[in-house]
C-alpha cells in the first residue's frame, strides 16, 4: 500500500484555501481595526480572539454533524462548499465596510462591520474541522502522518501564496502618504483562491468513492482498527484507549502552550532584551518555520518507520533542549547571537515532528464514523491553548520578569512530554511504504 500523492494534494486545497484565509484576517483586520475605527488595542484584541473562541465551540460541533451527513457529495464536501460560498461573500463585504467608514465614518457601519466579521468568523468555523477531516476519510490509518505533511505543506503554501500577493500589492511604495488603504483587491484576490480551491476539491476527488474504499480497506485489516475493534462497534471507546485520548489531547494544548508564548512574545522579548529590531526577530521566527517546513516530510516518513509517539516525543525533547539553550543565553548575553538561528531551526524541526503526527493519533483512536468529531477535539484543545498562553505569558513577562519567557515554554513543553509519555495507544500497527515509495500513486 502506498500513498496517492496526488490525490492528497487536491484534498489538501481546502486547507490551502483555509490557512490563506487565515493569514490575511490576522494580518489585515487588526489594522483595519486600529487605523480606520480607530479601536484601542484591548477593544482590537478581544476582537480578534473571537475566532479561537468560537472554534471552542463551531469545530467539535459542525466536525459531529459532517459525520452524520447524508449527502450524495460525500460527509465533508457539503460544508466545504457552502462554508466556502458563504465565506467568500461575507468576507468581500468587510473591506467595503472599511472603505465605507474611511469615507464618512458612522456608527451604524462600525456594528455593521463587527456583524458582518462575527458572521464570516462562524461562516468560516463550519468548515474547517470537515475540511481536515477530509484527509484522514479517505486516508488509511498507516498512511495518515505522511497524508498529513503533504496537508501541512499545502497550509504553509496557502499562507505564503498571500504573503506573496500582499508584498506586491501593499509595498510601501504603493501605500507610502495614503490617508487610508483599501484591501478590497487582496480580499478579492484571496476570496476567489478560496473559490478556485473549492472547486478543486469538489471536482477532483471523488469523497463517496475513496472513503469506500478505505472503508474496505480497514475492514480487511481489523488489527489497524483501533476504536472499532475494541469497542466491538459500539462505538464507545474503551476505558483504555479514552484515558490515551486524554493524555494526548492535553499534550496538544501542553506544546501549544509552550510553542505559541514564543510565537506570541518573541519579538517583544527580543526587542527589550536585546534591543532587536521587529525585522530581525521576525526573522529568527520565519527561519524557525523554513526548518517546520522542510520537516513536514521526513517527520510523515520517520513516523512509519518508528511510530508516531516516538516521533513526536523526539520533537517535543528538541523543543525543551531549544528553549533550555535560550534561556541560557538569556543569562549571559544583552544583544543579538545568529546561534538563535540554529536554535529556532530546532524549534521548528521539533514543531513539525510534532503537528505532521499528533493529528493523525488523535483520529486513529475513533471509529471512521467519529473523524470529523475527534477532529473537532483536536481543534478544541490546540485553539483553547493558543487563547490561554498569550495572556498567561504575558502575566509572568509582566510579573516575574522577561527572562522568565524560555523557561515558561521549557516548563509547558517538559509537561508536554509527560503527558504525550502516557499515551499508550494510537500508533498504527502497520508498517507502510518506506522512503519515496510512501509517496508513489495507487
Not at 249 to 258: F, G, N, Q
Request: hydrophobic share 55%; aromatic share 12%.
Amino acid at each position: 500500500m502506498k500513498l496517492n500523492r496526488w490525490q492528497t494534494i487536491r484534498v489538501g486545497f481546502a486547507f490551502l484555501a483555509i490557512s490563506a484565509f487565515w493569514q490575511m484576517y490576522n494580518n489585515i483586520i487588526p489594522l483595519v481595526l486600529t487605523n480606520t475605527f480607530q479601536m484601542n488595542e484591548t477593544y482590537s484584541g478581544m476582537i480578534m480572539a473571537m475566532d479561537n473562541v468560537l472554534a471552542l465551540f463551531l469545530l467539535p460541533i459542525f466536525g459531529g454533524i459532517s459525520d452524520r451527513c447524508t449527502n450524495p457529495m460525500g460527509r465533508r464536501k457539503p460544508f466545504i462548499m457552502y462554508g466556502t460560498i458563504a465565506s467568500v461573500i461575507l468576507m468581500l463585504i468587510i473591506p467595503i465596510l472599511d472603505n465605507r467608514y474611511a469615507a464618512s465614518p458612522a456608527k451604524g457601519l462600525e456594528i455593521a462591520f463587527i456583524i458582518v466579521l462575527m458572521m464570516l468568523l462562524v461562516a468560516m468555523g463550519t468548515y474547517r474541522s470537515p475540511a481536515v477531516a477530509l484527509m484522514p476519510d479517505v486516508t488509511p490509518k498507516p498512511l495518515r502522518s505522511a497524508g498529513n505533511a503533504i496537508i501541512n505543506l499545502m497550509g504553509a503554501t496557502g499562507a505564503i501564496l498571500y504573503l506573496i500577493i500582499a508584498a506586491v500589492l501593499y509595498s510601501s511604495k504603493r501605500t507610502e502618504g495614503l490617508a487610508h488603504v483599501n484591501y478590497l483587491p487582496i480580499f478579492a484576490i484571496v476570496g476567489c483562491i478560496m473559490i478556485l480551491a473549492m472547486l478543486v476539491v469538489l471536482f477532483t476527488v471523488d469523497e463517496v468513492k475513496l472513503t469506500g474504499q478505505v472503508r474496505e480497506y480497514e475492514a480487511a485489516h481489523p488489527e489497524e482498527n483501533l476504536a472499532e475493534e475494541t469497542a466491538g462497534g459500539s462505538g464507545k471507546l474503551p476505558a483504555a484507549v479514552r484515558r490515551s485520548l486524554i493524555f494526548l489531547l492535553l499534550s496538544v494544548a501542553l506544546w501549544y502552550i509552550s510553542y505559541n508564548s514564543v510565537e506570541t512574545w518573541f519579538t517583544t522579548y527580543a526587542n527589550r532584551m536585546w534591543g532587536m529590531s521587529l525585522g530581525s526577530a521576525s526573522l529568527c521566527l520565519s527561519i524557525g518555520m523554513v526548518g517546520a517546513i522542510c520537516t513536514y516530510i521526513p517527520a510523515g516518513i520517520m513516523a512509519e518507520k518508528i511510530g508516531h509517539k516516538k516521533t513526536i516525543l523526539g520533537g517535543v525533547v528538541l523543543m525543551i533542549a531549544a528553549f533550555a539553550i535560550m534561556f541560557l543565553l538569556s543569562l549571559r548575553m544583552d544583544h543579538f547571537s545568529p546561534i538563535l538561528y540554529v536554535l529556532f531551526i530546532m524549534v521548528g524541526i521539533g514543531w513539525a515532528a510534532i503537528n505532521v503526527n499528533s493529528f493523525p493519533m488523535v483520529v486513529e483512536m475513533c471509529s471512521s464514523s467519529d473523524i470529523g468529531k475527534f477532529t473537532g477535539y483536536y481543534y478544541t484543545f490546540s485553539m483553547a491553548a493558543q487563547i490561554v498562553t498569550p495572556v498567561l505569558a504575558g502575566w509572568f513577562l509582566n510579573h516575574v520578569g522577561y527572562k522568565s519567557l524560555f523557561p515558561y515554554a521549557a516548563v509547558a513543553a517538559i509537561a508536554a512530554f509527560l503527558t504525550m509519555s502516557a499515551v499508550r495507544h494510537g500508533d498504527t500497527a502497520f508498517t507502510a511504504a518506506r522512503g519515496l515509495d510512501a509517496f508513489e500513486d495507487l
